[in-house]
């Protein structure tokens, strides 16, 4: 499990022209909102004792987001570990109640949405649970969607556009075949990748981007979806002495789409 021994703290950051921006910094969870300018402390999540991991952030507008986060003790709750998920409205962080397939001990191993009413959350029980915007709701999935790395120690990155078009990448999963999995027309289908996925990044249906390596950790490259196939490319060469360093993937919006914890 990713952890860190730093206190979360929400903090908001206005002034952005009525925009809305999701940053992670390294002390915590930043958020930022409309308001007076400046940054402001909204709230904080356990304490410098606590066992902060499996971090992840979600924005999909301005008046929606999610972060959720495996913590304890925290002052949140009566267990000594729980995984906690709060909701940006816009206005104020809330905090929400997840459901029993999705409470500690199971780990939550990635996850995205379209809109505040299409949040998918993806656990190491191999299941996919989703809220609606109201209710949540599970579908098992099949046993090739999440691919561990090693063991039984899984990460996942998706795309999720509606409730009828997801993608699932199994993070840092070398085992051949490589693949994906997309949810669409009521099942999921296995689809090939030309590279090991390191991050996803979806930008449409007909344009999803990862970084990764080539089969068997080779080479850093790209590959794009174009809604038939994918493609990839190549990093370009740097200058001799240089290095080239790669983190994620940009996306074009305000804010991060998501954020992954320190891995150990």
Avoid at 13 to 19: I, M, R, T, V, Y
Avoid at 227 to 250: E, N, R
Wanted: hydrophobic share 45%; net charge positive.
């Amino acid at each position: 499990m990713r952890t860190s021994r730093l206190a979360w703290r929400l903090i908001g950051l206005s002034g952005l022209a009525g925009a809305s921006a999701l940053i992670i910094s390294a002390g915590g969870l930043t958020a930022a909102a409309s308001g007076s300018s400046g940054w402001r402390i909204v709230s904080t999540i356990g304490s410098d004792s606590s066992k902060i991991g499996n971090g992840d952030l979600v924005v999909t507008g301005p008046a929606s987001a999610w972060a959720s986060w495996t913590c304890g003790p925290c002052p949140s709750g009566s267990k000594p570990d729980q995984n906690l998920m709060q909701q940006w409205n816009g206005k104020s962080w809330n905090q929400v109640e997840l459901p029993a397939d999705a409470s500690y001990p199971t780990a939550i191993e990635g996850m995205q949405a379209s809109s505040a009413s299409n949040l998918w959350l993806f656990t190491n029980k191999r299941q996919a649970v989703v809220f609606n915007g109201s209710r949540w709701s599970v579908k098992d999935l099949p046993d090739w969607v999440i691919r561990p790395i090693e063991g039984d120690a899984a990460s996942v990155a998706s795309a999720v556009f509606s409730a009828s078009d997801v993608w699932a990448f199994s993070i840092d999963a070398a085992r051949e075949p490589t693949l994906a999995g997309h949810f669409a027309g009521g099942s999921w289908h296995q689809v090939f990748l030309p590279i090991i996925p390191g991050t996803a990044v979806g930008l449409g249906p007909d344009d999803i981007w990862l970084y990764g390596f080539a089969k068997n950790f080779g080479s850093r490259m790209l590959a794009h979806w174009n809604g038939k196939s994918w493609s990839t490319l190549s990093f370009p060469q740097v200058a001799k002495g240089a290095t080239l360093v790669t983190s994620s993937l940009a996306r074009r919006q305000v804010g991060l789409d998501a954020w992954r914890g320190v891995r150990p």
